[in-house]
């Protein structure tokens, strides 16, 4: 994660982007790009799924690229670390979604 992290702000950085990478503008940045994910799929059947991800695999890879680099400036900007958080959200999940109720 840190490897991660460290890559992004660095291209940050070196173009002098910080100042505009308030919480605000990486948040709505975070749900465009995921938006721009969403209409890959947009008046896709179920059925067809399969076909469509082959075709666009390519542009995905790019939209999720897009949604991670801004997760991780948000998260870096905000100083949550993201591992700590991640872990901290599945034990939740463990607890809130034991196995034994979803069989």
């Given amino acids: 994660m840190e490897e991660l992290i460290k890559e992004v702000t660095k291209f940050r950085d070196e173009r002098d982007w910080k100042k505009f990478h308030t919480p605000k503008n990486l948040a ?11 209409e890959i799929f ?3 059947f179920d059925d067809e799924l399969d076909k469509v991800v082959k ?5 995905i890879e790019e939209e999720l690229a897009d949604v991670l680099i801004y997760l991780l400036l948000l ?7 993201l591992k700590e958080s ?16 979803q069989r």
């Fill in 28 to 38: 709505i940045s975070l749900a465009i790009e995921a938006s721009e994910l969403l």
């Fill in 75 to 81: 998260a870096d900007a905000l100083k949550i670390d």
């Fill in 86 to 101: 991640f872990f901290k959200k599945m034990k939740k999940n463990e607890k809130r979604y034991p196995i034994e109720r």
């Fill in 55 to 59: 075709l666009k695999r390519s542009e």
């Fill in 42 to 44: 947009q008046w896709t």
